[in-house]
């Protein structure tokens, strides 16, 4: 097996062989003539003797002979050139780094075994010549490239569960979420997670507050991008078209397996007057499609698995797991067993969710602490220097806010900042000094730093409303947890 040249054992090489200039003598010369040697000689030489003169010398003295030719053939100098190149080869370092150092004989033990240089002065000379390629190499690193050794992330969304993406932004601390929540409650009334969910309801969708965690992962799918008024009737349409479930383990449910089983076209029809009826309708089938398999694949490793193996999750879940495969009704509730980091990564991964989704299913069915950032949310942490303006995107603003904001807190001012950036005059999207009620101030005006489009035009007037095609929301960005 050939020896493996490594950086280190290059750098301590090429410290031998610097130090060998000391000792090693100049080779003598080879008594071989070549072309060359013979050019120069002949220069030099002033008893050269041209060919006629020699062959006069010749005839003059009978009893001296001509030295003897002694040229290689052309077929030994090739061999010779083949041979020098392959043994070149073969000790050629590695990424085109030229030969590996020859060490002499003489360099590498001396009389008694030892070697002739000093080991702490080769070894600090082998650590300088190291130093200075590693330098060099990372001198010549492309500015995107990643260093090895460095860890990619592995959550999905790029999140960064307990760590900010900014820890050097101290804000928000405690003592000022604390007095945001104070300043807003006085407005919009104090807001406190309720301790049971409430029924299902078949008119209002909502942003997940209810008990099935399915229901709440499509009810607030269909709320993204549109109105409260528009997704209640994308989830009605559903409901007629397919039904609930009026007994068994789903009871209360829409039969989601009926929806599975459904051809694209028919569930396009029921949800098309939610707007975005072509996307949501694609994700809900493919999402429908997913849990069934999961529902069918947990089932197998609950009864197939090792009985004295510790299962993830408990007696009951597995139960519960079981009897829905059996009676092929659709189901996500094993998540209640999972902590909201589980169950955020177990989310995601359904077409059409991203962390905002999630994260409100995570915190109104699952009634963990999650702190949801939509774009009213988005837009007044900004404003408020909660999050740093020029760098946070939704994604990484809720990575940070989920670890400055207590836990505490986390739904009240979810739910005020919604209740705020829908109807404080100065607060909503694209307003400005001249926007109607501009006038009356804002309880946080004192702490905010308004940025982005303003409206500088005349005051809004009370219009009558026009029938519109699709109501969107009214910052045109998504509004499912607005509602």
Request: hydrophobic share 30%; charged share 25%.
């Amino acid at each position: 097996m050939e020896r493996r040249i490594t950086r280190s054992l290059a750098a301590k090489e090429a410290a031998l062989l610097a130090t060998s200039t000391l000792d090693v003598k100049p080779e003598t010369p080879n008594h071989t003539s070549t072309p060359a040697n013979n050019k120069r000689k002949r220069k030099s030489n002033p008893n050269n003797v041209s060919s006629k003169n020699r062959k006069s010398l010749s005839e003059s003295t009978p009893n001296v002979r001509p030295a003897p030719k002694n040229p290689k053939s052309k077929k030994q100098k090739t061999q010779k050139k083949q041979a020098l190149l392959k043994s070149n080869t073969a000790d050629e370092l590695p990424h085109n780094l030229g030969l590996a150092p020859v060490i002499p004989s003489s360099l590498k033990e001396g009389p008694e075994g030892k070697p002739h240089v000093k080991e702490e002065k080769l070894d600090q000379l082998a650590k300088d010549i190291k130093e200075t390629v590693d330098k060099a190499t990372e001198t010549l690193q492309e500015p995107g490239e990643e260093k090895k050794g460095r860890k990619k992330n592995s959550h999905p969304y790029g999140l960064t569960p307990g760590y900010s993406p900014f820890p050097d932004w101290v804000h928000p601390t405690v003592e000022e979420c604390e007095e945001v929540n104070k300043l807003l409650s006085s407005v919009h009334g104090e807001i406190t997670p309720p301790k049971t969910i409430p029924e299902p309801s078949l008119t209002v969708t909502g942003c997940g507050e209810v008990p099935s965690v399915l229901d709440a992962l499509i009810r607030t799918l269909l709320s993204g991008a549109t109105t409260g008024k528009n997704s209640a009737m994308a989830f009605n349409g559903l409901v007629q078209k397919f039904g609930i479930l009026e007994e068994g383990i789903g009871k209360g449910s829409v039969n989601w397996d009926a929806v599975r089983q459904a051809s694209l076209k028919d569930v396009f029809e029921a949800i098309k007057s939610g707007g975005l009826a072509d996307i949501k309708s694609k994700h809900l089938k493919a999402i429908l499609d997913m849990v069934y398999e999961d529902n069918q694949n947990r089932k197998k490793t609950i009864l197939e698995g090792p009985k004295n193996e510790q299962s993830p999750l408990p007696k009951d879940t597995q139960e519960y797991s079981i009897s829905c495969a059996n009676q092929n009704v659709l189901s996500l509730n094993h998540l209640h067993s999972l902590s909201a980091e589980q169950a955020m990564i177990e989310l995601v991964k359904y077409p059409g969710i991203g962390p905002k989704t999630a994260a409100c299913v995570i915190l109104f069915c699952l009634q963990r602490p999650c702190f949801a950032v939509d774009t009213h949310v988005f837009r007044i942490c900004k404003w408020l220097g909660w999050i740093p303006g020029n760098k946070a995107t939704e994604v990484t603003a809720f990575s940070h806010l989920e670890v400055r904001i207590p836990d505490h807190l986390k739904y009240s001012l979810h739910q005020l900042f919604i209740l705020h950036g829908k109807s404080c005059p100065r607060c909503r999207a694209i307003t400005g000094p001249n926007t109607e009620g501009w006038e009356d101030g804002c309880v946080i005006d004192h702490l905010v730093t308004r940025s982005g489009k303003r409206k500088n035009g005349a005051k809004r007037q009370n219009k009558v409303k026009k029938p519109k095609k699709e109501e969107t929301g009214e910052d045109g960005g998504e509004t499912g947890e607005d509602s």
